[in-house]
């Protein structure tokens, strides 16, 4: 009662400021290092929400070791940073967040001293490049701040950034050879011949622009740069590592090894020289742009047209505390620091992909302005449809109609005439299975937030769906399931289009489409076809029909599914629930599977097998650390057992998010692990985005404030809460009991009081 | 007389249609061929005056032969075409004209039927690829317009351009397999890695966009297209025939080989299915652009709606009839084509560099917007300063001024702040000495053709020629001239330096400008410096201030110069030969060094040194086949003995210009060879840029009509002419007796009648 009242005073316009301004506040409850151990592929680094430049220590990148041979541990660096390593690289402009594959890591920085290196040698042998020894005891990772001491170099090295500007601040020692490291060559999941190509014009003696264009997770991507220095170098230098050089022009009419200012090649490190006095800043400005060195140089002004390297932090710690800020809540420090540093991940990406004048690179590498929306990418579908969109249609509208815009655009510029699966940098890589990009569509349409064309946006769904030629459709369409020997992911694949189609047809529906619906609602029908209820799962058939001999529920490999086994993925029917029970074999049966996932002993093979996961990412059977599952702890709704998805819910809040390095259980997935937390740890879940409908679960916040975008403020409050008060006896919306165990959209929308009365005893 | 009459009579503007008509089809004396045999590195494809597309077939290109080795014949193929070769390899959209160096050769189709053949094959081996044999019988190379029959596949070829669309007309047989390949990896002056990257989406089943990506001549060029075919081809695919392979998107999604397509990567090779009957026509409209495939659509659809292939071939004749009318000639048929081919040669580069919407790429790779101007390319300056940017000044002012508007634009994108040397697609190669970027300007300024600023040009020179860094710049100033043990071409560049020098005193003196007139007037005498009175030669120096041992005056190499001996280079004073005459030794000595240089025996040993000039290009020790001395034929008129200057003219201009593939004796590099031509053919010759004063010498044509674009016009009327008259008795410029063998560019831009005397006996 406490927390509520702080709640409805908090929303009092006649507090005073001081109270104001302590809960304001919410950046110290952000740790971005969780994540940056094991499997989080989290970043340290600094970053303003959605920000283009996401700049970040790299301990190590490389796929390939120095002797050429493929570095199994690469995976590991998909953030560019590993948690445990010893030594760090230098800091990188760009970095995915939580992904399960990985690219980035653009224009590497790294600031030394002494005798110049220009390897950067490897971590187990100390000084064997311009790689440093760190401690975390002088770290600190904060939003928008990164701070660390390189041991090596007695250098202090600190980061801050606006949305396309990476604010580089390096505290020097006295000595006549300080060195600003500039390397091209470096890159997140890097290897032979992913540069294609690297820039560098030097403009005069603090101003630097080119370019780097990879291929590789991006096929075809370039990104611009304009950097510039708060002093003067003293002279510069680069080296082509390539054993392919460039012409140099006819017989060297420069010495273009030291101040040549017009560089290219494939393999390229610059370096440029200072002399420095005891505690000295050196500051450097770094601008982004996807669409030419004079847009980064543009960025570059507009952004940061100071050195004020405090102020520049700050106004990007405002930012956070203004985004964070739409979620107050009410939770232990611990809590807090999970809640906010999820929400922290959950506002990461997808990232602003445009320069400030509103132009960016296309799909079909043509320059185009978007016209009245910021144009995002980085968005990895197959995660984020689950929770992080429809997360972003409650608290982030705009920007999801942004994103939905972006799409859209992307739609437009493909050749394939298709809306992104994978897409990253105006490049479609395809990656994972489903066209869950009409899920995000749907989701926003049903849920009135459209600031799109919403009948183009069902057009764009329905083309994309009709592509026979694309990962199955033509058999999906012509059997009603995609047999295995002809697609390997051909269950999982299945059941998704299922799910996809349904989306389609809920916002064919609420555009009065009826043929469309009509289309899509049978489409969605054909989970059923791969469901052996011979077996009780889900299961792989063959172009004959028949289903594929060898069953095995536990593996994920051969029995055609994708980052997750039978016992995961037959319960992947969100659009319908109800049905898939009775599929199951009725109540009864369907809490035994569900029991049973739960519980379930795992044998020591499973995680032999399985790649992203760690047994923490693991409750029985059931594999929170990948997305196949996520909805799976609310389906004991759909039963008479809800109080089960309660308690599944508490122990998965309790048992898969903590706030240490080492505390996701998996990656992040580009914020959908987070964005399950924000939901879960709030109450309530959308178990099918393009539903309105969000499931009841167990709130673990103790009260939370959303200040929603259209002006209302939906109090959340929850009474008798505890650590073993995880049942929900009741839940209140502005007075009238929720039976049903679920709540809409709408209802949220409209504001007011959501009240969980909690217990230590189920029903 | 009655030639002079005709003169006049063509100026009246009461002729009839019909007269007129006759008198400006001149397309019919241009022979592309000439200069394709050997050393001329011409191309007999078609394009129009100035063309951005100048395609044309390619018989070879490859820098290194299929096994990897180095192919010393690769210079022959500057311009992708040898007349000699039996085998032409397809189409491509870009050539370097007479170059001496290359590059380009950019998207080369080629149309075949029956099984498809993705590798071109080799000459010497029959149907062993893609490649076709021909035969010159079939062969018709006009302006505009090129023909020939593929004889291995019955296909005729047609080619015919605009500015920026290449129109392709294929006539098949009737056929089931009937295919164009589209080789990106194709290029002039080819080898591995070349090729940075190439991209292409198939648009829809007639329009294909994408890019070349490359490096070498031009470190970093990127040409963009759009293509589109006259009908829709029936399928298409592709080959990646790179080892290393590009990301192909997650478990391939879709089949990349068939009828995908988003392709990407370092060696494609696409091709495009159709059925096609007897005698049926497949175009194809390919524009390039150096800003975006957008633009290149753009183009395609600005320049060529249509698919009338005989209207866009008409369209280019008549604009190239009206560019060669600025000069109508009577001569012999013989002389006609020779006259008529070399202006057409004059008027292929510098080429078109923006699209039709002036946007363009600048050499800071930013696309920038060309106010007010038509921004071009290829500045081969070294070669073209001489005699072919005076021409432009002469017959082609708004041209020549808009030349100079881009050198501009190239100094302020340059951070190096120079003026180009040698400029390409948006990159400076720096090949070969001086900057004599500062001689077009000056000779621009000084004969009044001042379309640009005239202030900020000066400067610009003045900025290149003060730049210490640049080859040798910083020892020709601190020593008055360039060591040898410093710089290999040290005597050659000082004597460039030293006439660029005059020519921005020139400039300086015309603007007003005397600190700048003195410190480069003052400059221009370095040629003294290296001039070695004890042999009568210039000579190379060392950095101790004496002469290096063993001089050889005719080798070039380890002698100071460059693409020319102490013979040819000694005569390098253009600026003031009157000095030069006194350096000799005066009249006699200076008489009898050149008779003895055009009558000389030079040893076999010379022509195995010597690159670029045959036999056929050399006359005595005299070498025309190379530019250092195209001003020498007239340093007689500084003697008593001018009537030499007339014979040596003559003789040059009969024996080093032949109307026959083999007619060149050395590369046309870029126009220059032709300029000398045409300028020499008329009775007049700059042989210092930068004055207003030309040479007289002994014109070869009967009369001519020069059509300035003040409007006057100026008659040059040649009395007595004949094969043995080659002497000049006088001139008379409207009447007036030109006393000093000169005539100025004022005199002659007012127009007028400039009457020669010939006689077969000189004085």
């Keep these: 009662m406490r927390r509520y009242l702080v709640g409805l005073l908090l929303s009092c316009p006649f507090l005073s400021a001081g109270q104001q301004a302590t809960e304001t506040q919410l950046v110290p409850y952000v740790k971005p290092i969780i994540g940056t151990q094991r499997m989080g592929h989290t970043f340290p680094g600094a970053t303003v929400p959605f920000g283009m430049v996401q700049l970040s220590p790299d301990t190590d990148t490389l796929s390939y070791d120095a002797d050429g041979h493929y570095n199994p541990d690469v995976y590991k660096y998909c953030a560019g940073y590993q948690y445990g390593d010893p030594t760090i690289v230098g800091f990188s402009h760009t970095h995915f967040s939580g992904t399960g594959h990985s690219d980035l890591g653009d224009f590497l920085l790294m600031p030394t001293v002494g005798t110049l290196r220009l390897n950067p040698g490897v971590a187990n042998v100390p000084r064997s490049g311009f ?13 928008n701040y990164y701070k660390v001491k390189l041991d090596d170099y007695n250098i202090l090295a600190e980061l801050t950034t606006t ?3 990476g604010f580089h601040q390096y505290t020097f020692p006295k000595t006549d050879s300080a060195h600003v490291i500039l390397d091209l060559m470096s890159g997140i999941y890097n290897y032979e011949d992913k540069n294609v190509w690297t820039f560098v014009r030097v403009e005069n003696d603090t101003l630097i622009t080119g370019y780097r264009q990879t291929t590789g997770w991006a096929r075809t991507r370039t990104l611009y740069f304009a950097m510039t220095f708060s ?14 050089q460039v012409y140099r022009g006819f017989w060297g009419k420069f010495n273009q090894d030291d101040n040549f200012p017009e560089l290219a090649g494939r393999q390229l490190r610059t370096y440029f020289n200072f002399k420095t006095e005891e505690g000295e800043q050196i500051k450097i400005k770094f601008a982004l742009s996807p669409v030419s060195t004079e847009g980064a140089l543009k960025n570059l002004r507009t952004e940061t047209p100071g050195w004020d390297f405090e102020s520049v932090k700050q106004q990007g710690q405002d930012l956070w505390n203004k ?16 809640f906010y540093t999820a929400l922290y991940h959950a506002f990461i990406s997808p990232t602003i992909y445009m320069d400030a004048d509103s ?11 978007a016209d009245g929306f910021t144009n995002y990418t980085t968005f990895s579908l197959w995660d984020t449809y689950r929770a992080l969109h429809p997360l972003f249609n409650l608290v982030q509208p705009s920007r999801n109609s942004d994103m939905i815009r972006s799409m859209l655009a992307h739609y437009d510029q493909s050749t394939l005439h298709m809306l992104p699966i994978w897409s990253n940098s105006a490049n479609e890589n395809w990656c994972m299975t489903g066209y869950h990009a009409v899920s995000v569509l749907a989701d926003a349409v049903v849920k009135d937030n459209t600031g799109f064309d919403a009948q183009k946006a069902l057009d764009a769904c329905v ?3 009709r592509n026979r030629r694309y990962d199955g459709i033509g058999l999906y369409l012509d059997k009603g399931y995609i047999p295995v020997d002809r697609n390997r992911t051909g269950v999982s694949t299945t059941l998704e289009y299922a799910y996809d189609d349904w989306a389609i047809a809920q916002m064919a529906r609420k555009l009065n489409r009826t043929d469309i619906y009509d289309e899509f609602i049978k489409r969605s029908l054909s989970y059923r076809h791969v469901f052996d209820s011979t077996v009780g799962f889900m299961r792989a058939r063959l172009s004959d029909g028949s289903f594929k001999p060898g069953f095995d529920a536990l593996t994920t490999s051969g029995q055609g599914f994708i980052e997750g086994n039978a016992w995961n993925y037959s319960l992947f029917v969100p659009q319908d629930p109800a049905a898939l029970k009775e599929l199951i074999g009725g109540e009864q049966k369907f809490v035994r599977y569900l029991d049973t996932l739960f519980t379930m002993h795992l044998p020591d093979a499973f995680f032999a097998e399985t790649e992203d996961i760690t047994r923490d990412g693991i409750i029985g059977g059931y594999v929170h650390g990948n997305e196949p599952a ?11 057992q809800s109080w089960k998805t309660q308690e599944r819910v508490r122990m998965i809040l309790k048992h898969q998010y903590r706030n240490s390095p080492d505390g996701l259980g998996g990656n992040d997935d580009a914020g959908q692990m987070s964005a399950w937390y924000i939901f879960s740890s709030l109450g309530f879940y959308p178990v099918a985005p393009g539903s309105p409908v969000y499931q009841l679960g167990s709130p673990s916040v103790k009260a939370a404030t959303l200040q929603l975008e259209n002006g209302n403020t939906l109090f959340i409050d929850v009474r008798n809460q505890g650590e073993r008060n995880v049942y929900v006896q009741k839940v209140l919306l502005n007075g009238r009991e929720l039976k049903q165990g679920s709540v809409t959209h709408d209802e949220l929308m409209k504001g007011g009081k959501l009240v969980f009365h909690m217990s230590a005893r189920h029903p």
Tied chains: 1, 2.
């Design 131 to 143: 790689r440093s020894a760190y401690r975390h005891a002088t770290e600190v990772a904060a939003a």
């Design 163 to 165: 949305a396309r500007v």
């Design 231 to 244: 002093k003067p170098f003293d002279g510069y230098g680069s080296r082509n590592f390539s054993g392919k």
């Design 323 to 338: 985004e964070l800020g739409k979620i107050k809540i009410e939770a232990s420090r611990a809590d807090k620091e999970n």
């Design 359 to 369: 132009r960016y690179k296309g799909l079909d590498q043509n320059i185009h302005t």
């Design 463 to 465: 083309t994309t769906a």
């Design 630 to 640: 996520h909805h799976v702890a609310y389906l004991y709704n759909w039963t008479r």
